[in-house]
T-cell receptor, first 113, second 109 residues
Framework: DTAVSQTPKYLVTQMGNDKSIKCEQN?????MYWYKQDSKKFLKIMFS???????INETVPNRFSPKSPDKAHLNLHINSLELGDSAVYFC????????????FGDGTRLSIL | QKEVEQDPGPLSVPEGAIVSLNCTYS??????FMWYRQYSRKGPELLMY????GNKEDGRFTAQVDKSSKYISLFIRDSQPSDSATYLC?????????FGTGTRLTIIP
């Protein structure tokens, strides 16, 4: 059973399009995250939700909008895609926001043409 | 200066060797320290999670934290080809998790 699952695994699309990435966790965790990993493997947090409430919002263009319909799901919608958005996007979850380690999905590889 | 510095490698060692991976950090507020392993085209997988200074052992893996020097290490004993991956250190205080850039490790059979 996959603990943190993301769809789709691969996303190839044209510049200017709008796309969404979905994430679900079946671990019963309260906190979920979105990370961006660039071509040099640097992993940087974008957003975090705790019990459906936004608690971390890093300096991310407002073209990126997370949505948490319930605490098991955190989706990422991206408007007007740009070439620089090409990266691997990882979803993660943790028991709570305080001290617990994070568990990651296998990523969504986004390529902008 | 980055909050977390990690030698990106690549690092190649023969099978059976002891591997030492290291990170330094500048933020005194960091209290929780983690090591993740990431295989190609996979998500980071938690290997070790420590809180205090000292050593923590789990099988062939030992995590070491020296808060006074702001230095953490991961040792892999009897390295295997299956240990070939990118290893990411990560740490946090009361807020977000901050990652190192990762060290790419190859174990040569």
């Amino acid at each position: 059973d996959t603990a943190v699952s993301q769809t789709p695994k691969y996303l190839v699309t044209q510049m200017g399009n709008d796309k969404s990435i979905k994430c679900e966790q079946n671990l019963g965790h309260d906190t979920m995250y979105w990370y961006k990993q660039d071509s040099k493997k640097f992993l940087k947090i974008m957003f975090s939700y705790n019990n459906k409430e936004l608690i971390i919002n890093e300096t991310v263009p407002n073209r990126f909008s997370p949505k948490s319909p319930d605490k098991a799901h955190l989706n990422l919608h991206i408007n007007s895609l740009e070439l620089g958005d090409s990266a691997v996007y990882f979803c993660a979850s943790s028991q709570d926001f305080q001290n617990q380690p994070q568990h990651f999905g296998d990523g969504t590889r986004l390529s902008i043409l | 200066q980055k909050e977390v510095e990690q030698d990106p490698g690549p690092l190649s060692v023969p099978e059976g060797a002891i591997v030492s991976l290291n990170c330094t950090y500048s933020n005194s507020a960091f209290q929780y320290f983690m090591w993740y392993r990431q295989y190609s085209r996979k998500g980071p997988e938690l290997l070790m999670y420590t809180y205090s200074s000292g050593n923590k052992e789990d099988g062939r893996f030992t995590a070491q934290v020296d808060k006074s020097s702001k230095y953490i290490s991961l040792f892999i004993r009897d390295s295997q080809p299956s240990d070939s991956a990118t290893y990411l250190c990560a740490m946090r205080g009361n807020e977000k998790l901050t990652f190192g850039t990762g060290t790419r490790l190859t174990i040569i059979p």
